[in-house]
């Protein structure tokens, strides 16, 4: 049974950083392709970034482009999401999402995605 759990969040001030891991078990991290969405408080989960199995392709929402960062280590069966510069807008609790599926390309789409973790709450304040 596959299980990804999210760590990471936390409770920051506006300009700071953090970097959330998602853990994959239960299966092969082998050709899973990852991805980060977050649901911000009232609103619907949205899409933030994805990872091809490889790493060579990435693909970010537009509101974190320059500010958060995508990663993997596959010997880890690990995907990261490093945030810098945290406004109060990325207050949200952040969901990590895989799929075998999509393999090398990447989607923003939920419905790709058939695997998904509990959430870890990020909170930025101003």
């Known amino acids: 049974q596959v299980q990804l759990v999210e760590s990471g969040g936390g409770l920051v001030q506006a300009g700071d950083s953090l970097k959330l891991s998602c853990v994959l078990s239960?299966?092969?991290?082998?050709?899973?392709?990852m991805a980060w969405f977050r649901r911000p408080p009232g609103k619907d989960r949205e899409f933030v970034a994805a990872?091809?199995?490889?790493?060579?392709?990435?693909f970010y929402t537009d509101s974190v482009l320059g500010r958060f960062t995508i990663t993997r280590d596959n010997r880890k069966n690990t995907a990261f999401l490093e945030m810098n510069n945290l406004k109060p807008e990325d207050t949200a609790v952040y969901y990590c999402?895989?799929?075998?599926?999509?393999?090398?390309?990447?989607?923003?789409?939920?419905?790709?995605?058939?695997?998904w973790g509990q959430g870890t709450q990020v909170t930025v304040s101003s």
């Open positions: 990872i091809s199995w490889s790493g060579g392709m990435t």
């Open positions: 999402a895989a799929d075998y599926r999509l393999n090398q390309r990447v989607s923003r789409t939920q419905g790709d995605y058939d695997y």
């Open positions: 239960g299966r092969t991290f082998t050709n899973l392709a």
